[in-house]
């Protein structure tokens, strides 16, 4: 089984996302849209591709990184979350019990060594 086969996100907390946003966008010229993150579409760069990774700063004070402590969190696209969190856990890995579905994919999450929580998400179909 494939583990990770890519970065589908940076994710990290601001003081104040909207001013940071307009400073990516203004200074290094990031397309930053309403909903607050960039989607660099792999296929600009390589038309046989699908794809897309996520940069996206969060409120300071979200908890979605919970219980981590850290001011960021990486999003790994996986090709079978199911399998791998299975794996994850017959490894003794801390995985969190909730996963997620949604027209965006499927995500669960786990923590590392160091009490970083990773973010897994198998792409829908196609993407």
């Keep these: 089984m494939r583990r990770v086969t890519g970065i589908g996100g940076v994710f ?3 003081k104040d996302p909207k001013a940071l ?3 990516y966008r203004t200074h290094l010229g990031l397309d930053v849209q309403e909903w607050g993150g960039v989607a660099f579409r792999w ?3 390589n038309p046989s591709a699908k794809g897309t990774t ?11 990184f919970a219980p981590s402590t850290a001011s960021f969190m990486i999003n790994y696209r996986v090709e079978d979350l199911d399998a791998l969190l299975t794996t994850l856990r017959a490894e003794g890995c801390a995985v969190d019990a909730k996963v997620e579905e949604s027209e965006y994919g499927k995500f669960g999450w786990v923590m590392d ?15």
């Design 21 to 23: 946003n307009d400073w």
């Design 43 to 45: 296929a600009e760069n």
């Design 54 to 64: 996520i940069w996206s700063p969060f409120n300071e004070d979200t908890s979605y």
């Design 12 to 14: 990290f907390k601001a």
């Design 113 to 127: 060594p160091d009490g970083n929580k990773i973010e897994l998400w198998q792409p829908p179909e196609g993407s």
